[in-house]
């Protein structure tokens, strides 16, 4: 079993939909949980950080948090055109500074 | 714009060529790294600069060699790579002190052996 776990999509919504991005992990010294997006030939960015168990906003974005389940998401609102791109969880332990990533998830939204 | 910045964008060598790649960020960040990343995986780390102290991914061949001439400068040599080592090339820059696992990655540089 691989240490993090996402589905490679892609994933195609249409313009204005609720979009859920999701990874599953296995290993329960991860304490910082990432999501990091990248477009097409770019480089990743950090968009959302969280620190244990709960939810957090950012504008249209809110990231979940459930350690018991050893399960984190990403809830993308009235989701964009410009929202196309791949999604990459990422997570650490306390005692690291490099991320485990999963492997991403490609999401399209249509017009 | 990102702050960490990568030269050049796209690369194309032959096997027998020699080439380099750069990286330099202008954030005072104590941590500088190179990541490999092949269409539709995640990003795998190569090698780790911190604190002036180098940290390999023993799996990577010899035909990579970093070099780090200061803080703010990441090199990475390439000499007799194959084909399969085309990818893109990820730097990425973090505090060690704040938020673990938070990086800032450069645009990349897209590197085609022939």
């Known amino acids: 079993q691989k240490e993090v776990e996402q589905d490679p999509g892609p994933l195609s919504v249409p313009e204005g939909a609720i979009v859920s991005l999701n990874c599953t992990y296995s290993n329960s010294a991860f304490q910082y949980f990432m999501w990091y997006r990248q477009y097409s030939r770019k480089g990743p960015e950090l968009l959302m950080y969280?620190?244990?168990?709960g939810n957090k906003e950012d504008g249209r974005f809110t990231a979940q948090v459930d350690k018991s389940s050893k399960y984190i998401s990403l809830f993308i609102r009235d989701s964009q055109p410009s929202d196309s791109a791949t999604y990459l969880c990422?997570?650490?332990?306390?005692?690291?500074?490099?991320?485990?990533f999963g492997r991403g998830t490609s999401l399209i939204v249509h017009p | 714009d990102t702050e960490v910045t990568q030269t050049p964008k796209h690369l194309v060598m032959g096997m027998t060529n020699k080439k380099s790649l750069k990286c330099e960020q202008h954030?005072?960040?104590?941590?500088m790294y190179w990541y490999k990343q092949k269409a539709k995986k995640p990003p795998e780390l190569m090698f780790v600069y911190s604190y002036e102290k180098l940290s390999i991914n023993e799996s990577v061949p010899s035909r990579f060699s970093p070099e780090c001439p200061n803080s703010s400068l990441l090199n990475l040599h390439l000499h007799a790579l194959q084909p399969e080592d085309s990818a893109l090339y990820l730097c990425?820059?973090?505090?060690?002190?704040?938020?673990?696992?938070?990086?800032?990655f450069g645009e990349g540089s897209r590197l085609t052996v022939l």
């Open positions: 954030m005072g960040h104590r941590a």
């Open positions: 969280t620190y244990s168990s």
């Open positions: 990422a997570l650490t332990s306390g005692g690291s500074y490099i991320p485990t």
């Open positions: 990425a820059s973090s505090q060690m002190t704040g938020s673990p696992g938070e990086l800032f």
